[in-house]
């Protein structure tokens, strides 16, 4: 397994913590943070999935 493999299922599993703390959280103020939080860590996969592309 590579770094980015690695790096990637590091990602996912924040992800899935993050989601299940969301459906428990009910202060207003934490859940917008935690959603700002899922959406940085959402981006963050979305990079390291994509292939690195560089012009030849």
Known sequence: ???GD???REL???IM???MMER???DPL???LLRD????LEAALRVTSEPD???T
């Open 12 to 14: 996912q599993d924040r």
């Open 37 to 40: 939080v899922l959406a940085e």
């Open 1 to 3: 397994m590579d770094d």
């Open 24 to 26: 428990e959280v009910t």
């Open 53 to 55: 592309v560089r012009p």
């Open 17 to 19: 913590r993050y989601r």
């Open 6 to 8: 690695e790096q990637q």
């Open 30 to 32: 934490a859940l917008g």
